[in-house]
């Protein structure tokens, strides 16, 4: 532990007001400022590859470079990334935003930075760097607070405005997906009436005693056949059933059924045939009842088919509730083991409307991926966002493909499309908040921001962009396991 580089004691007074005067900070002030500063500063020494100070520790001081060579990093998922490194005498860092009026928030150093070679530093504490700046700059301070709460105050804005606009848009097209089968539901079960009391109608002639009982019995038995090879037929194409209604319908006008070209795309689409028919015509044994029972089978193939219509229907409206609630989250924890897929699913559903038809959606995904640590409400967040710019960067003709797998002891979510690519010279700057290529009023330059802080931040993961025309694609890292704790 002894070899581990260590911050040097401070050294109280070791800079006079003459050698602050040259460090381009304090330069403009007066002797009685320096004196001040020098009375109330120090200097430290760290050796090469010292940490000077860590992201996320409490900022509690503020340093002055004297010499030496030092590099700034942030913390992104499990690794350090280097932000700048610098060698410039008077730069400064650490408790940089001490003089913002206390606002409940611990202040916390936002960077790392450590020592390259052998550094010095003159060093204040947060508390009089603070009193300092509030005490001799009160103008330049309150308009720093006006633009530090300002920014705040219009991300915070911002972001909440661009939640209801997603939950605005996400709302209606789940509710024009809902709308397409509730209405085909209804439709169905209007005229599943109308084909009902038909039938009733048929049966009575039929039982009205001038057909036998065996005949009667022969017809039930004979309707329930048909049904069930209608249940079995295979579907046919759209030149197949054309084909089908016309043999059907000429085969009924030789055989004298009344309004036999109406029947006939009924029992086409039931997947009845001509061996069929004269089947029917064998077991009805009376021409004269041919007629009404071929209008009464072809009513109970219909019921069947209305009847599959509504299942259909109400199946499709049962899938879109199961996918809103798992987008939602509702009624579960908001941190739990998910799987990621259950998440990209359901955010496909709700975006299908924006989808559209001219997008194909390529889904590759390994299920054999295990569960991870997250916050799927938030994840599907993000899903929303890089989905939703992959569909208005193909400009709603391309292929948006999602792929799933491992790498190493992380999940990678990859969302790609075949738009025409970020430019290199803006690939740096996609997650800056409020930076967008989108026409005013179209983008607030959050969406990727959020998604970024909530991947970072919230989950210990990383987003990575790479573009080039055609094949553009954000890969989100995700950890198998908790991120440690700080």
């Not at 029947?263 to 004269?288: H, R, T, W, Y």
Request: proline content about 5%.
């Amino acid at each position: 532990m002894s070899d581990i580089p260590t911050l040097a004691p401070c050294d109280p007074g070791a800079l006079t007001p003459d050698e602050l005067r040259t460090l381009f900070l304090f330069e403009k002030l007066t002797d009685e400022q320096l004196q001040w500063i020098s009375d109330h500063g120090c200097t430290m020494h760290m050796p090469a590859g010292g940490m000077v100070l860590r992201e996320g520790d409490p900022a509690t001081q503020f340093f002055v470079l004297l010499s030496g060579t030092i590099a700034l990093s942030r913390r992104v998922g499990q690794d350090d990334v280097q932000t700048s490194r610098t060698e410039q005498r008077g730069v400064y860092m650490g408790a940089t935003q001490s003089y913002l009026r206390d606002d409940g928030v611990p202040r916390t150093y936002m960077g790392s930075m450590r020592a390259l070679d052998d550094s010095d530093f003159f060093v204040m504490s947060a508390e009089d760097f603070g009193w300092m700046m509030r005490e001799w700059f009160p103008m330049a301070i309150h308009l720093l607070e006006g633009l530090v709460m300002g920014m705040r105050s219009s991300a915070a804005a911002i972001s909440e405005r661009q939640r209801l606009q997603a939950l605005g848009a996400l709302s209606a097209g789940l509710m024009h997906e809902l709308n397409n089968p509730a209405a085909a539901a209804s439709r169905a079960t209007a005229v599943l009436r109308q084909r009902v009391a038909g039938m009733r109608h048929k049966l009575g002639k039929l039982a009205s005693g001038k057909v036998p009982a065996d005949r009667l019995d022969a017809l039930v038995e004979l309707q329930e056949e048909v049904i069930e090879k209608a249940s079995k037929a295979p579907a046919l194409t759209a030149m197949q059933a054309s084909d089908r209604e016309d043999e059907l319908g000429d085969w009924m006008d030789e055989h004298q059924v009344t309004g036999g070209w109406d029947i006939a795309p009924v029992f086409a689409q039931a997947g009845i045939d001509i061996d069929c028919l004269d089947d029917i015509v064998v077991k009805v044994g009376s021409p004269e009842l041919l007629d009404q029972a071929i209008h009464w089978i072809g009513y109970a193939l219909e019921t069947e088919q209305l009847m599959t219509d509504i299942e259909d229907a109400t199946g499709r409206v049962s899938s879109l509730v199961n996918a809103a609630k798992q987008y939602s989250q509702m009624d579960r924890a908001a941190h739990q083991w998910i799987d990621v897929h259950g998440g990209l699913k359901s955010t496909l559903v709700m975006l299908n409307h924006k989808i559209g038809t001219g997008i194909t959606v390529v889904k590759d995904f390994d299920r054999t991926l295990p569960q991870i640590p997250a916050h799927p409400a938030e994840l599907n967040q993000v899903w929303t966002n890089l989905i939703d710019n992959a569909v208005q960067a193909m400009n709603g003709v391309g292929t948006l493909t999602i792929k799933t797998y491992r790498e190493d002891d992380h999940v990678i979510v990859s969302i790609g499309d075949t738009g025409p690519g970020v430019p290199e010279e803006l690939k740096k700057r996609v997650f800056e908040p409020f930076f967008t290529t989108k026409p005013v009023g179209q983008g607030t330059g959050l969406g990727l921001d959020i998604s970024y802080r909530i991947v970072v931040n919230g989950h210990g993961g990383d987003i990575v962009l790479k573009s080039q025309p055609g094949d553009t694609r954000f890969l989100v890292r995700l950890p198998l396991v908790e991120p440690a704790s700080a």
